[in-house]
């Protein structure tokens, strides 16, 4: 048995009539009165004309605080084209690729496991940054070098005039943001956060036989200074460790896990007329140690990457030019075995690599309404044993018609960077490594239309789009945490295979933007099918994330000036999995005879949270009041996984929840302050 119990457009604007008569003369003028009459717009998602969708974070407040904390990443699940995740599926899966295919980042700068608590909580602290930017796929030849979408919180780039601050105080965790203006060119920004699960529900986090204990903090500081309105300076830092541990009791099966994030950067943007400057010099790691113990045999998993990179975009309209450089330094996950007998453990495994890229895009005018916008990156990639040169282009067709918005794109992509492991869930567990003379970089040829067009006035917005991806060189980890410990060795290749696949799907999305009661329906149908030839994983199968069917809601209503209320409801397709086909007893152990690769599936995945927000004051900016949320209102209990249960002389083969069985809920409440 594999111990799998380690655990992500709208047009803004209306136009608004006026009438207007001027006398035929230069000498007076008068307008008529007149009333306009418009919806008010309280939209949350705004789209620029290539699909790139920008979320202002402010709309967090009247949105579901699962423990007291509303997580973008969250909603950027409930998005048509991104996947939802289970409760201990860490990933981001966008248009059915892998989450390591994805571009997250903090201000531009990479952050390589963007998850806390197996992805309840992402590494995101939403009261530090101002606007999240999501893209589907890759919109600009400045990119980094991935196949699948693009997420990036941005901070504010105004100086605060006053000193200010919000946070929230819960009984899962507790956060805080505080704004200091200094002489009225700068501003220091300081936000920490932490998670205390296990104080008030250790006893609940039992699963079945199986009790987990988990914490986590992070810690956000920015220095931004504006010598004058050409100048912009800043200096990011981020901080985050989680440490986590899960028993079980009846087969001694112990785990524990600690990964970390770190990042420094250093940006400026120069502005020069109608031409922009912005340069980064960051360093971002991240690090991992995986325990696992079983009986009297242990193994550690540490693995880390490092990234000290340079970028550069320079744009002057209709042209902009990129460029970025980063070195690698990876260290692979390197066994450490230990227990009762004698064990030979490989040297630990480092690649140092460097990644060159320099691209451009353009923005070309065909007609009046129809716009082609192209771009081209060039890469240079240096590994320890290989070096591979890369072109990929992207171009975007744009017509803006009398019904709607068309965008037609297509793009070649490459990444030269690869994440896997034997977890299948984007846990920390998993590691990356770098292309090589027997990994070839991964590459995506994308195809995708979308469509998009406001209804009744602006109060409305419905999208809807189709999508297509072929995937070439992808990894896939096939050796368990068992095979490592009985036979370690240094030679990560004998644990993966090579193949090809294929995304497909298709996905609408209506959105209310105006009154009293707002948010969006999405509906999304998908395939995400994987093929390695030459391997015991015989045919086309599902990747381990595909869900066939999705439907999300996300509802937020001002009941009064005090009361806000929130929900979402998902429902998906279950996630494929391994299932065994036959037991037996050989020498007294219980052995498993699989079926086809990822032939089963889960149950239906089906989850209502709700919120509700109380206002005690508010005035002059300032407010303070409570939050209730539940998670798992509905009080189902989603399916985790399979796994086998021995009871003395017999054994079970039955499915795993995360929610306790002595409540199948997950109610919190928070105090929350804004000045």
Request: charged content about 15%; aromatic content about 12%; some cysteine.
């Amino acid at each position: 048995m594999k111990p799998r119990t380690w655990f992500a457009l709208l047009f803004a604007t209306a136009l608004l009539p006026a009438e207007g008569q001027t006398a035929d003369t230069l000498k007076a003028a008068n307008l008529r009165n007149v009333d306009i009459v418009a919806p008010r717009l309280r939209g949350k998602l705004r789209a620029n004309a290539l699909g790139q969708i920008t979320l202002n974070l402010d709309f967090l407040n009247d949105m579901p605080k699962l423990f007291g904390n509303a997580d973008p990443l969250r909603y950027a699940q409930s998005l048509p084209n991104v996947q939802t995740n289970g409760e201990l599926d860490a990933g981001l899966h966008i248009e059915g690729c892998d989450n390591a295919h994805n571009e997250m980042s903090l201000n531009g700068v990479p952050v390589h496991n963007a998850a806390h608590l197996l992805g309840i909580f992402s590494v995101f602290n939403a009261s530090h940054y101002a606007q999240m930017r999501f893209s589907p796929t890759a919109v600009s030849a400045g990119h980094a070098n991935r196949l699948g979408g693009f997420v990036d919180l941005c901070s504010p780039d105004t100086i605060a005039h006053k000193l200010g601050g919000e946070g929230s105080i819960g009984l899962i965790s507790s956060q805080a943001t505080l704004r200091v203006p200094i002489n009225g060119q700068m501003e220091l920004t300081l936000s920490g956060r932490s998670a205390y699960i296990n104080l008030l529900y250790h006893r609940l986090l039992n699963m079945n036989e199986m009790a987990l204990k988990y914490g986590f903090y992070d810690a956000n500081v920015t220095w931004t200074y504006r010598p004058d309105d050409n100048n912009m300076l800043r200096i990011d830092y981020y901080s985050g460790q989680d440490d986590g541990e899960l028993n079980e009791k009846i087969s001694v099966y112990k785990g524990k896990m600690k990964w970390a994030n770190h990042l420094g950067a250093l940006h400026w943007t120069r502005r020069m007329g109608r031409t922009t400057l912005q340069q980064t010099a960051y360093l971002s790691a991240y690090g991992n140690d995986f325990y696992t113990g079983f009986e009297n045999t242990h193994l550690r998993l540490p693995s880390s990457i490092t990234d000290w990179g340079y970028k550069a975009h320079l744009s002057f309209a209709p042209l902009s030019l990129h460029a970025a450089v980063v070195y690698h330094r990876l260290q692979l996950q390197s066994p450490e075995v230990s227990g009762d007998r004698q064990y030979i453990n490989p040297a630990p495994q480092r690649q140092r690599t460097l990644e060159t890229s320099l691209g451009a895009d353009m923005a070309l005018p065909l007609a009046e309404q129809l716009k082609l916008t192209g771009g081209l990156r060039a890469t240079i990639y240096r590994s320890p044993d290989a070096t591979f040169y890369g072109l990929d282009p992207l171009l975007h067709l744009v017509w803006q018609s009398p019904v709607g918005a068309f965008l037609v794109s297509g793009a070649i992509k490459r990444q030269y960077l690869f994440r896997t492991g034997f977890s299948s869930l984007n846990l920390p567990s998993e590691f990356w490594l770098s292309s090589s003379a027997v990994h070839r970089p991964q590459r995506a040829i994308n195809l995708s239309a979308n469509y998009r067009t406001a209804l009744f006035k602006g109060a409305f917005q419905l999208t809807a789009g189709v999508y297509h991806k072929w995937l070439y060189h992808q990894q896939e980890y096939v050796s368990t945490p068992f095979e490592v410990i009985f036979n370690p060795s240094d030679n990560v290749s004998k644990h993966l295979v090579e193949g090809q696949g294929r995304n497909y799907g298709a996905h609408v999305m209506l959105e209310k933007r105006s009154g009293y009661l707002t948010g969006w329906v999405s509906y999304a149908w998908g395939r995400a099918q994987r093929h390695y030839p030459g391997t015991a994983l015989l045919g086309e199968y599902p990747a381990s994330h595909e869900r066939v069917h999705e439907l999300n809601a996300v509802a937020a209503y001002q009941l009064s000036p005090r009361w806000r209320l929130a929900a979402t409801l998902v429902w998906a397709s279950g996630t494929p999995f391994t299932a065994p086909e036959n037991f037996y007893i050989l020498d007294g152990n219980l052995v498993s005879q699989f079926g086809p690769h990822n032939g089963a599936r889960l149950s239906t995945y089906v989850r209502l949270d709700l919120s509700a927000n109380y206002l005690l004051y508010s005035r002059n900016g300032r407010e303070h009041g409570l939050n209730l949320s539940v998670y798992n209102a509905n009080m189902r209990r989603n399916d985790l996984f399979w796994r086998i249960r021995i009871d003395g002389d017999g054994y079970s083969y039955r499915p795993l929840s995360f929610m306790p069985q002595q409540m199948p809920f997950l109610p919190s409440i928070s105090y929350f302050f804004k000045f």
